[in-house]
Nanobody, 130 residues
Framework: EVQLQASGGGLVQAGGSLRLSCAAS????????IGWFRQVPGKEREGVSCISNRDGITYYADSVKGRFTISSDNAKNTVYLQMNSLKPEDTAVYYC???????????????????????WGQGTLVTVSS
């Protein structure tokens, strides 16, 4: 059974930091990309960042570039999202998701914009106070 367990959310003041974790099980970790997405009630879900577990290629939304860092520990089947310099507009429920990597080379933009993410974890709430 495929499982994605997101954790690490919480309440933090603006300018602070949080690290989210996404623990994966039930599939071959190296064959997938992991993406972080976020959603505010009443708004569309948006992609935050993603990483290919096969080749380490990453991609970031413009809104988080330079503040967030995604990383993967393939030995632990876990992907992390280090979030620094948090802003109130980062407040959202954050979800991690997994997408299968077909053979071949793909860009970070592909992983972010086009890769279908078939498996989703439950969300973790991040609240940034001003």
């Amino acid at each position: 059974e495929v499982q994605l367990q997101a954790s690490g959310g919480g309440l933090v003041q603006a300018g602070g930091s949080l690290r989210l974790s996404c623990a994966a099980s039930g599939f071959t970790f190296d064959d997938y990309a992991i993406g972080w997405f976020r959603q505010v009630p009443g708004k569309e879900r948006e992609g935050v960042s993603c990483i290919s577990n096969r080749d380490g290629i990453t991609y970031y939304a413009d809104s988080v570039k330079g503040r967030f860092t995604i990383s993967s520990d393939n030995a632990k089947n876990t992907v992390y999202l280090q979030m620094n310099s948090l802003k109130p507009e980062d407040t959202a429920v954050y979800y991690c998701a997994a997408g299968f990597l077909a053979p071949g080379y793909y860009s970070g933009s592909y992983y972010y914009n086009l890769l279908p993410y078939a498996y989703w974890g439950q969300g973790t709430l991040v609240t940034v106070s001003s």
